[in-house]
């Protein structure tokens, strides 16, 4: 190892940044030589020792306290985050929102040789970091690999999935997620909750930094996927179900953008979609999201929205996050529709006559999830660095891991991706 250390989480006394530290001791084993070197970050030394004392008592690891070590670095003092940068062979990036934290980050990282892992779910913050840093990171061999948590890889390695796994081409897939909670029920730490304000807030932004890649339409193949209603009943799921209004179409869109330009792939159209439950989670829905829309639009509003997650949001969101017991009952899954030409079938003629469902679920997605994709991302890079692309440079999971065991790991960490049927006669999804 030419540096200290494998792996440096910054962040790592943040919500998500603890969770992801226990998650790295409980894998450090599963690195070539059997010995992972890795340290946490932040600005506060006192908290990062309290993190590393908590990990030690969660997974009887007493040695954690005095193994691993602590570096302070800060986003306000750039030197410090090059030399933290300096040391480490992959970053993983945990403090959020990125659109205030993100960039001196990445730029660091860049400019000083490590690899840059986040768990962003912010389009704009993902793609801009494409737009400044592609070519410098290419030109350093630094690989940044954005959105490397439940936003997105169940979505994007979900849909690299289905398409290996479908026997031809495969055209279109739409994906319905839906969350179930046990008996505490469960919540989502409000650091999700700014992140979708300042997003919603800043759209028109989002926009115009996607003209300026000047990206040409990619070509279609077969009929164009039809866009669904705000609100419908979904028989795929068997609920009520809104489009998603996370940052999955956008990476997934990505990677199919570097699947046709890198690999001469055809495109998989994707549609993305949330189950939201019965009548009475509608009318929450509908008031909580009516609310939404007239406050962000103002500074005023957006404090509000930002000072009461709890009542805005019927609890969904809190300034606490949720506790174990909660994180202990609540699951994912997602439910990936494709459709397609079977092998024997031309594309370009007649309508799609191949189906394929496959089913990606898993443990709490925000920090149990979370911890156990960013991670095993973090690991394939270090286990598996030929597989990569050939080049450094700004990736989505799916264009960074499509040809790595990323998806085997996962398999073997609790979230699980398998086929449920697959056909060439159409029948209905």
């Not at 009943?233 to 179409?249: A, K, L, W």
Request: contains cysteine; charged residues 20%; proline residues 5%.
């Amino acid at each position: 190892l030419a540096v200290p250390y494998h792996l440096v989480i910054f962040g790592a006394s943040g919500f998500t940044g603890q969770f992801v530290a226990e998650e790295v001791a409980r894998t450090a084993s599963e690195v070539p030589g059997g010995s992972l070197k890795w340290a946490v970050a932040g600005r506060s030394r006192q908290k990062l020792e309290k993190v590393l004392e908590q990990a030690a008592g969660v997974l009887s690891k007493p040695e954690l306290r005095t193994e691993v070590d602590i570096l302070v670095a800060d986003v306000g003092e750039p030197d410090s985050l090059a030399a933290m940068c300096k040391q480490a062979v992959i970053v993983l990036n945990c403090v959020g929102p990125y659109r205030f934290y993100g960039e001196p980050v990445v730029k660091a990282c860049v400019e000083n040789g490590a690899h840059h892992i986040d768990i962003c779910g912010e389009p704009q913050f993902l793609e801009g970091m494409q737009f400044k840093y592609n070519s410098q990171a290419a030109d350093s061999g630094v690989y940044v690999i954005g959105s490397c948590g439940f936003d997105s890889i169940p979505a994007d390695m979900g849909v690299v999935f289905t398409r290996d796994q479908f026997m031809g081409t495969l055209t279109t897939v739409e994906s319905f997620l839906t969350v179930s909670t046990g008996p505490d029920g469960g919540c989502i730490h409000d650091g999700t909750w700014q992140s979708a304000i300042y997003g919603f807030a800043d759209g028109q932004k989002l926009l115009s930094l996607r003209r300026k890649f000047n990206h040409k339409p990619l070509p279609t193949v077969g009929s164009k996927l039809k866009r669904r209603g705000m609100l419908f009943f979904s028989n795929e799921i068997q609920q009520y179900t809104v489009p998603f209004m996370g940052s999955d179409p956008s990476v997934v869109k990505r990677s199919q953008r570097f699947m046709v330009e890198e690999h001469q792939a055809s495109q998989v159209q994707y549609g993305a979609y949330a189950g939201v439950g019965g009548v009475v989670s509608v009318a929450k829905l509908i008031f909580a999201g009516m609310m939404f829309w007239l406050l962000v639009k103002f500074s005023f509003g957006r404090n509000l929205l930002i000072k009461y997650p709890e009542l805005f949001t019927f609890g969904t969101f809190s300034k606490a996050g949720p506790s174990r017991k909660q994180m202990d009952g609540t699951s994912f899954q997602f439910t990936f529709c494709g459709e397609g030409y079977s092998e024997d079938q031309d594309p370009s003629k007649g309508n799609p006559n191949g189906k394929i469902r496959v089913l990606v679920q898993g443990p709490e997605p925000g920090y149990v999830a979370t911890p156990i994709a960013m991670v095993q991302a973090a690991l394939t890079m270090l286990n598996e660095p030929s597989s990569l692309p050939k080049k450094g440079g700004v990736y989505t999971p799916g264009a960074a891991f499509a040809k790595t065991t990323l998806i085997d790991r996962l398999n073997k960490h609790g979230i699980q991706f398998s086929v449920m049927y697959s056909t060439s006669v159409l029948i209905s999804c």
